[in-house]
């Protein structure tokens, strides 16, 4: 065995005994960069490289929205498996599945505090949780919301983000869409700014309800925003729809949102909209 093999063999062996990281590098799923995990994580989850805007979860938005001191609102559970639904999995298993990856109990989250000192009672939906779905317990948490806000008379802002109703809750999950209505007339009776903030993606029953009755629409860069799939709407129609059809920049030129804002400005352009919309 020659000294170049035998060198060689130690280094192999000293480069296999180091830990590296399995997290250290991202891969922007957009545009492919590879991005140094820190960095992208200080940078709000946003690729540096392209403007690709990374879902994230609620705890994560909580964070980069608050001032300091905010608090979690506590959710009732209501139940799991009214239906008794079953399709390739049983309805309790899928749930079970879905806590143990998220470590919530539903696919939305409330907080409340202050955002660039102005007060208000945040929701976000979660996409990690069964796609954001929305079912009974999301239907509780957004009336909780509305109420928290009704309470402690500040503007209610949810984040939303769902493939829409939940089909395992059939038309329990459809009966949401009239409730979150009424707790949006409840906010509108009490001259309290409901806020919008759609991101990727936002479809079915909830851009059909809550999603679209917002005092103000805002967007995050490049989300999917429609009720029924691109295809299935070009299959209807039997035409080619228009390039970033269903796109957030799209949308606002044809006035279903009103302001494309990037993560980082968000904080900021939500404080200023709060201190417009409410009095002083």
């Given at each position: 065995m020659s000294w170049l093999t035998r060198s060689r063999q130690r280094l192999t062996?000293?480069?296999?005994?180091?830990?590296?990281?399995?997290?250290?590098?991202?891969?922007?799923?957009?545009c492919g960069a590879m991005l140094y995990t820190r960095e992208f994580e200080a940078n709000l989850?946003?690729?540096?490289?392209?403007?690709?805007?990374?879902?994230?979860?609620?705890?994560?938005?909580?964070?980069?929205?608050?001032?300091?001191g905010w608090e979690q609102i506590a959710l009732t559970s209501p139940p799991d498996d009214?239906?008794?639904?079953?399709?390739?999995?049983?309805?309790p298993d899928r749930l079970k599945a879905a806590r143990s990856a998220t470590g919530e109990q539903d696919a939305m989250q409330l907080a409340q505090g202050q955002i660039r000192g102005r007060q208000a009672v945040v929701g976000v939906q979660d996409f990690a949780f069964m796609g954001g779905s929305m079912g009974i317990a999301v239907g509780n948490a957004f009336v909780t919301a509305a109420r928290a806000a009704i309470a402690a008379k500040c503007p209610f802002v949810l984040f939303t983000a769902a493939g829409?109703?939940?089909?395992?809750?059939?038309?329990?999950?459809?009966?949401?869409m009239p409730a979150t209505t009424v707790a949006i007339q409840e906010l509108?009776?009490?001259?309290?700014?409901?806020?919008?903030?759609?991101?990727?993606?936002?479809?079915?029953?909830?851009?059909?309800?809550?999603?679209?009755?917002?005092?103000?629409?805002?967007?995050?860069?490049?989300?999917?925003i429609g009720f029924a799939g691109a295809r299935v709407i070009?299959?209807?129609?039997?035409?080619?729809?228009?390039?970033?059809?269903?796109?957030?920049?799209?949308?606002?030129?044809?006035?279903m949102v009103d302001m494309v804002v990037t993560r980082q400005d968000l904080a900021d352009t939500l404080g200023r909209l709060i201190g417009l919309l409410t009095p002083a």
């Open positions: 062996s000293f480069i296999a005994r180091r830990e590296t990281p399995d997290n250290l590098w991202t891969k922007c799923k957009s989850s946003v690729c540096p490289e392209c403007g690709h805007h990374e879902r994230i979860r609620a705890e994560q938005r909580f964070e980069m929205l608050f001032d300091p009214p239906l008794h639904f079953k399709d390739q999995k049983r309805y829409g109703a939940r089909m395992q809750e059939g038309i329990l999950s459809l009966m949401q509108k009776d009490a001259k309290l700014p409901y806020i919008v903030v759609l991101t990727d993606p936002t479809t079915g029953g909830v851009t059909a309800s809550y999603a679209m009755l917002g005092d103000v629409h805002l967007s995050e860069p490049r989300a999917l070009e299959s209807t129609i039997r035409q080619k729809l228009p390039e970033g059809f269903q796109r957030a920049e799209f949308l606002v030129e044809h006035g």
